[in-house]
């Protein structure tokens, strides 16, 4: 798809994944925005006290109840550190039989204690009961919180952990590495959960027409498309009338997007169709756009199927395929499908244009480079395949540190903008390299530049709004712009999903979850969706908090 649609890739630019940072600045971390690999802690318990009663000690006087607590809470700490926790377990009981109810602080340690000797026997069950009687007993007890969000993650009630380790990460001003990476690990679980129901149930929104153009610019040799183009419209008033494809087509050429899928669906009924094919490809690339992925992969498939099928639209049904794969998570499928495109058509660029772009989102980025090459050297007069192949080179650079080389990327794209002057995307996307070097100023004045070409173009709005926040700190100027996008194009899942951060940021969290909820609804691939429910529910943990807690969030810092 094209760049300026929203971002070439999830790891460039302002991909959805660094966008998100501002939710997690405020909740713990977006979800997918932290990649490391941390070491569970031996689980440990509260040894503080405030009267320790030593063993060998001389009593003077019979114990009061705190202090009888208090020693059979150090004998449970000696066992549990032996591994005696079916014993340890005992001895934090009777602390809480004999402890005062007015102790409450103390009464909090012996619970989370027995809850962390009933986590050792993975007792998810009596850790989760204890740890809330112990955060009944201190609101802001981190141990118990901490311990209670992991309880409810072995235990699947993720939106409980989730706002659980969002207290702990507030609480400890988000400087504990641990708690926020478990952050990450619960919203992006809670996210794919939340995502696989509502997929299954979506209702299917027809994108922009600004979004449809953008995605069939990315291809230059797509058959369908293609036979659409202004010389081909006189010989299709040859063609019947009454054909669905040639409605179809008809359609498509007029942007009259809603009933395509049906007209297709019609001439596929058709006993003799001439056109089974092509209605085909076209009816599985709709049903791509419209997010019903099993009926477009049901289509491409027996697309394929058909020996005598023109071998371009194969290669375009094996490119698109390859992508859905790609969006399913099936990498190797998906460049199975391109590895079978180059064998049967081996001179499409498109199909070198697009596995550039996946190779691009895998960080493969020599691999990326080679196949844009490969896509301008057979189509040299393609002038996005040119502007995809500068900001590869750009990626590449990045990754090799290479100043004088980044420099030489940049350059080129000032060579082919020269070159393909009318070309929005190649704005937008120098755009996105200069922001990146930090040159916010000279990267405005290109993005300006791909507005005046595509003024309907609803993203470039967005990515010159998140500019803004980063270079002036104008989060009323970013949120004016990122709404003009909106007014231009209603069902920009982007801008919805950007202008709920900027509304976390200022505290406006029931208007946030109300833009999120929003994106949801226009959300099309399931991994997207996955994303926007981790923002949602960061928010919603958020607000959860703020009522039950009574705790006050920090202001998020802009982007």
Same mark, same amino acid.
Not at 202 to 209: E, H
Not at 315 to 322: D, E, P, S, V, Y
Not at 412 to 420: N, V
């Given at each position: +798809?094209?760049?300026?649609?929203? =971002?070439?890739?999830?790891?460039?630019?302002?991909?959805?994944?660094?966008?998100?940072?501002?939710?997690?600045?405020?909740?713990?971390? =977006?979800?997918?925005?932290?990649?490391?690999?941390?070491?569970?802690?031996?689980?440990?318990?509260?040894?503080?006290?405030?009267?320790?009663?030593?063993?060998?000690?001389?009593?003077?006087?019979?114990?009061?109840? $705190?202090?009888?607590?208090?020693?059979?809470?150090?004998?449970?700490?000696?066992?549990?550190?032996?591994?005696?926790?079916?014993?340890?377990?005992?001895?934090?009981?009777?602390?809480?039989?004999?402890?005062?109810?007015?102790?409450?602080?103390?009464?909090?340690?012996? &619970?989370?204690?027995?809850?962390?000797?009933?986590?050792?026997?993975?007792?998810?069950?009596?850790?989760?009961?204890?740890?809330?009687?112990?955060?009944?007993?201190?609101?802001?007890?981190?141990?118990?919180?901490?311990?209670?969000?992991?309880?409810?993650?072995?235990?699947?009630?993720?939106?409980?952990?989730?706002?659980?380790? !969002?207290?702990?990460?507030?609480?400890?001003?988000?400087?504990?590495?641990?708690?926020?990476?478990?952050? %990450?690990?619960?919203?992006?679980?809670?996210?794919?959960?939340?995502? =696989?129901? @509502? &997929?299954?149930?979506?209702?299917?929104?027809?994108?922009?027409?600004?979004?449809?153009?953008?995605?069939?610019?990315?291809? /230059?040799?797509?058959?369908?498309?293609?036979?659409?183009?202004?010389?081909?419209?006189?010989?299709?008033?040859?063609?019947?009338?009454?054909?669905?494809?040639?409605?179809?087509?008809?359609?498509?050429?007029?942007?009259?997007?809603?009933? $395509?899928?049906?007209?297709?669906?019609?001439?596929?009924?058709?006993?003799?169709?001439?056109?089974?094919?092509?209605?085909?490809?076209?009816?599985?690339?709709?049903?791509?756009?419209?997010?019903?992925?099993?009926?477009?992969?049901?289509?491409?498939?027996?697309?394929?199927?058909?020996?005598?099928?023109?071998?371009?639209?194969? @290669?375009?049904?094996?490119?698109?395929?390859?992508?859905?794969? +790609?969006?399913?998570?099936?990498?190797?499928?998906?460049?199975? %499908? #391109?590895?079978?495109? !180059?064998?049967?058509?081996?001179?499409?660029?498109?199909? #070198?244009?697009?596995?550039?772009?996946?190779?691009?989102?895998?960080?493969?980025?020599?691999?990326?480079?080679?196949?844009?090459?490969?896509?301008?050297?057979?189509?040299?007069?393609?002038?996005?395949?040119?502007?995809?192949?500068?900001?590869?080179?750009?990626?590449?650079?990045?990754?090799?540190?290479?100043?004088?080389? $980044?420099?030489?990327?940049?350059?080129?794209?000032? %060579?082919?903008?020269?070159?393909?002057?009318?070309?929005?995307?190649?704005?937008?996307? &120098?755009?996105?390299?200069?922001?990146?070097?930090?040159?916010?100023?000279?990267?405005?004045?290109?993005?300006?530049?791909?507005?005046?070409?595509?003024?309907?173009?609803?993203?470039?709005?967005?990515?010159?709004?998140?500019?803004?926040?980063?270079?002036?700190?104008?989060?009323?100027?970013?949120?004016?712009?990122?709404?003009?996008?909106?007014?231009?194009?209603?069902?920009?899942?982007?801008?919805?999903?950007?202008?709920?951060?900027?509304?976390?940021?200022?505290?406006?969290? %029931?208007?946030?979850?109300?833009? #999120?909820?929003?994106?949801?609804?226009?959300?099309?691939?399931?991994?997207?969706? /996955?994303?926007?429910?981790?923002? &949602?529910?960061?928010?919603?943990?958020?607000?959860?908090?703020?009522?039950?807690?009574? $705790?006050?969030?920090?202001?998020?810092?802009? #982007?």
């Amino acid at each position: +798809m094209a760049a300026s649609s929203k =971002s070439v890739t999830d790891s460039a630019g302002w991909s959805k994944w660094h966008i998100a940072i501002a939710v997690g600045a405020s909740v713990a971390v =977006s979800a997918g925005a932290v990649y490391y690999i941390s070491k569970r802690r031996k689980s440990k318990v509260d040894s503080e006290a405030t009267t320790t009663v030593k063993s060998n000690s001389v009593a003077i006087g019979p114990q009061t109840p $705190i202090e009888k607590a208090q020693a059979a809470k150090n004998k449970g700490n000696k066992l549990f550190k032996g591994g005696k926790f079916d014993k340890a377990i005992e001895c934090y009981t009777e602390a809480i039989e004999v402890c005062p109810l007015e102790s409450k602080s103390e009464l909090a340690t012996f &619970y989370q204690n027995r809850a962390a000797a009933y986590e050792q026997l993975r007792n998810f069950e009596l850790v989760e009961d204890d740890c809330s009687r112990a955060v009944e007993l201190n609101c802001r007890y981190t141990k118990a919180l901490f311990r209670r969000a992991k309880a409810c993650e072995q235990l699947n009630k993720l939106q409980q952990s989730l706002e659980d380790i !969002t207290a702990v990460c507030i609480i400890e001003e988000f400087q504990n590495h641990n708690s926020l990476i478990m952050a %990450d690990r619960v919203l992006k679980v809670l996210g794919a959960q939340r995502a =696989s129901e @509502a &997929y299954k149930n979506r209702t299917a929104v027809m994108p922009s027409r600004q979004f449809i153009k953008s995605y069939f610019s990315a291809f /230059s040799e797509d058959p369908v498309f293609n036979s659409i183009s202004v010389e081909e419209k006189e010989k299709d008033e040859t063609e019947d009338a009454s054909s669905g494809y040639e409605k179809a087509k008809e359609m498509l050429r007029s942007h009259d997007y809603e009933r $395509i899928v049906d007209e297709c669906t019609k001439e596929l009924t058709q006993a003799n169709s001439s056109h089974l094919s092509e209605a085909l490809l076209l009816r599985a690339t709709f049903y791509l756009l419209l997010g019903k992925g099993e009926l477009a992969m049901e289509d491409f498939d027996q697309l394929l199927a058909i020996a005598e099928a023109d071998k371009r639209l194969k @290669a375009n049904a094996l490119i698109k395929r390859g992508s859905l794969k +790609m969006q399913q998570g099936d990498q190797p499928g998906a460049l199975a %499908d #391109f590895q079978l495109a !180059t064998e049967l058509d081996p001179l499409n660029s498109d199909v #070198f244009h697009h596995r550039g772009q996946l190779n691009l989102l895998m960080d493969k980025g020599e691999e990326a480079l080679n196949d844009f090459k490969k896509c301008v050297e057979i189509k040299n007069d393609f002038p996005i395949a040119h502007v995809q192949k500068c900001y590869t080179e750009y990626r590449y650079a990045l990754t090799q540190q290479g100043p004088a080389q $980044i420099q030489t990327a940049l350059k080129t794209f000032d %060579d082919i903008l020269e070159r393909f002057p009318g070309c929005a995307e190649g704005y937008a996307l &120098y755009g996105q390299a200069l922001y990146d070097q930090n040159d916010l100023e000279k990267a405005d004045k290109y993005f300006k530049k791909a507005l005046e070409i595509e003024p309907d173009n609803a993203n470039v709005y967005v990515h010159r709004g998140l500019l803004l926040l980063q270079w002036k700190q104008d989060i009323e100027a970013a949120a004016k712009l990122i709404n003009k996008a909106i007014e231009i194009d209603d069902r920009c899942e982007f801008a919805y999903e950007t202008l709920g951060t900027i509304e976390v940021q200022r505290g406006n969290l %029931d208007t946030a979850i109300q833009l #999120f909820e929003k994106a949801i609804s226009l959300g099309r691939t399931e991994m997207e969706l /996955s994303h926007l429910f981790s923002l &949602y529910e960061a928010a919603k943990a958020q607000t959860a908090l703020q009522k039950k807690l009574g $705790i006050q969030l920090p202001a998020a810092p802009l #982007f």
